[in-house]
């Protein structure tokens, strides 16, 4: 008995039962103690109050919504909020810290210090109180009547209105697919090893897929067309509000171009640091070989780079789906708002921040299998050494 | 390219060239001309600006003052014939520098495709051919990670051979590398330097130089101390400087 003991596998499966049970015997028994307490209190546990209607609003959703609504389609809309938010805040900020971070390594001495000043600015005040910043900015902004013109944008205190196209949802919806898998198919097929061609040798046909996809994406904006309007609708003044174009609301607003920039900056950082994890022995290779700059730029330094910066990338991203969460300061209905007013106006605490914990694990768990799986397929062969 | 320039303007000319890091001045009024297919050893003491001056050659250092002419073409802050000299210059560096992220193939192809636009099926029939001469044909598909120093640093002679330059510009190539590998970069080597190329080497091999060189160059502080056939150099040498230096590298 004691020999099996010494055993390394047999300690090892003894080990991980014994944590199972310590982990079970905590969840039961603390399921089990809230069960009490709530049923003294006449809250009924259960998942039964995901069929029941609202009976409250959301103030921005992609989804209809109406107070009849039960609180699952609720939650629904919450998680399809919080992503729209954390998409365009990941490519706001992943195309601000491009830039940034491509300014700090420059040669320009300009630039280096615009980017640094960037850096060390946003980097250092506090996410909550930058949204709060551009909130009461973007509701301090002149009414609709007097609104200021910014290139296409109409910007007013109702929100910033922006020019929206004439298709029906259905259409927009089917073209955003297309566009979508016409970016996500060329990195599929710049990658995967399953095919019989290596993956360098296949240029031609990425290029092919993603023209071929956006083109797809356009023809079926045209289709969905509305008949007899123009393509695109330019918000306009009416009376005293703005007709027409696409509204976006202040909280909206505030919130992408506080998670935007904020995360600017440390994607600008992380940019910079791949870009610095590069050898310069590989540039000089390539600079003696007679490649330009930009070939340079876009055959040796961006992809060594991209490979430095993904692991780390992964974990801001992260970082950033969950700071949407600050949507509640503003009042903006993201999935933890949502599932706050819940709270407050079932009382189902622990069901609704179950809820809320496995929508965030699942998202952020897809967002970190997503990169492991590009990590895998483009990670440098062999042993690296460094010069 | 050997038309495309005059057979009898020297490979490499350099005047009066000066390079300075700040206050440290690296080169100090370097004189040297290299004729066409003729094989040049550069050895000297650790920070003597061996790296320095012939890193100036293909402009990945520049010169302060002074002239440095390749196949005729003057380098200057013209970017053109910066371009056009790269294209001519191929280099081969003491860590080998490969594209970790692209097959031992792909190196190769890249700069023929991108800077010369040489179909594809036409640089890689080419690629095989260097790698043959190089001899690892048989590693054509795997990455630089996954083979051993000495591969890794025939693959970037053969990478530069690619480019089919007129002039080849070594540094250290076998520095890097353990005993028992140097020998085969140098077979390789010695083998190149029958073919007629330009190859100006810096190298502490001194038995490379003896067989291969057609002069060989001391330098010492940023300065050309000594230039002679290998014969005088190692056997009279005039300066004292390369006398204690010879003891030196030759003496164990
Ligand atoms: N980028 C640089 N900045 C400042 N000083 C430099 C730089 N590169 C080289 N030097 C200095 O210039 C001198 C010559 O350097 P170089 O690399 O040419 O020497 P080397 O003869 O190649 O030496 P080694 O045999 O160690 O390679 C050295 O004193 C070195 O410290
Ligand atoms: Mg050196």
Redo the contacts between chains.
Sequence with gaps: MIRILRHQKVRNILLQALFVAVVLVVVVGGWRNAQQALSSQNVVSGFGFLQKSTGWDVNFSLLPASPNDPYWWFFVIGIVNTLFLGTLGLVLATLIGGLVGIARTSSNELLQLLGRLYVDFFRNIPLILQVFFWYALVTNLPSPRNAIDFGPLVLSNRGVYMPALNVGGWHVFAAAVAALAALALPLWLRTTRRLATPPEQRGALVWRVLAGGLLLAAAILLLGRTPGSPLIDAPLLQGLNLRGGLRVSPEFSALLVAIGIYGGAYIGEIVRGGFKAVGKGQTEAAHSLGLSPWQTFSRIRLPLALRAMLPILANQYIWLIKATTLGIAVGFTDFFMIVAVTINQSGQTLEAIGILMAGFLAINLSIAAIFNRINRAIALKGNQLRS | MADTHPTNVPAVQINGMNKFYGHFHALKNIHLTVHRGEKVVVCGPSGSGKSTMIRCI?R?EEHNSGQITVLGTELNDDVASI?GI??E???V?Q?????????VL?NCV??PM??RKTP?AQAEAAAMRYLEKVRIPEQA???????S?GQ?QRV?IA??LC?EPEILLFDEPTSALDPEMISEVLDVMVHLASEGRTMICVTHEMGFARRVADRVIFMDAGEIVEEADPETFFQSPSSDRTKQFLSQVLGH
Aim: proline share 5%.
């Design positions: 293909n990945l371009d790269r294209r210059v191929g280099m560096f860590h080998f520098n490969l594209f970790p992220h692209m097959t792909e890249l700069a991108l800077v594809r598909l795997k990455y630089p990670g996954q083979l120093g890794q970037a990478r530069s480019m």
